[in-house]
Nanobody, 125 residues
Framework: QAQLVESGGGLVQAGGSLRLSCVVS????????IGWFRQAPGKEREGVSC????????VYEDSVKGRFIISRDNAKNTVYLQMNSLKPGDTATYYC??????????????????WGQGIQVTVSS
């Protein structure tokens, strides 16, 4: 059964850093593009970043450019989201999602067929 599990969330002060991990099982990460999404209370889900199966193409949503870094280690079946210079506005539940085949990726949720359960990130001011 295909599954994605996020970890690494928590509470951090503004200006701090967190690294989220998304571990996949039940399918081969080599074939998948992975996206990170987030949803804050009362707001719509928004795309944060994505990375293609090769890792050669990466997309960031404008508000996280220069602060977040997405990367992948296919050997460990894991995709990471390094979040630096965190702001209270980054507070949300973060989800990773997979799309196969993964030659292309998007920060729009359409097409992502496998989703993790989400993990909370809270940034205090």
């Amino acid at each position: 059964q295909a599954q994605l599990v996020e970890s690494g969330g928590g509470l951090v002060q503004a200006g701090g850093s967190l690294r989220l991990s998304c571990v996949v099982s039940g399918f081969t990460l080599d074939y998948a593009a992975i996206g990170w999404f987030r949803q804050a209370p009362g707001k719509e889900r928004e795309g944060v970043s994505c990375i293609t199966n090769s890792g050669l193409s990466i997309v960031y949503e404008d508000s996280v450019k220069g602060r977040f870094i997405i990367s992948r280690d296919n050997a460990k079946n894991t995709v990471y989201l390094q979040m630096n210079s965190l702001k209270p506005g980054d507070t949300a539940t973060y989800y990773c999602a997979a799309v196969i085949p993964g030659r292309y990726c998007s920060v729009y949720a359409d097409g992502y067929g496998i989703w993790g359960q989400g993990i909370q990130v809270t940034v205090s001011s």
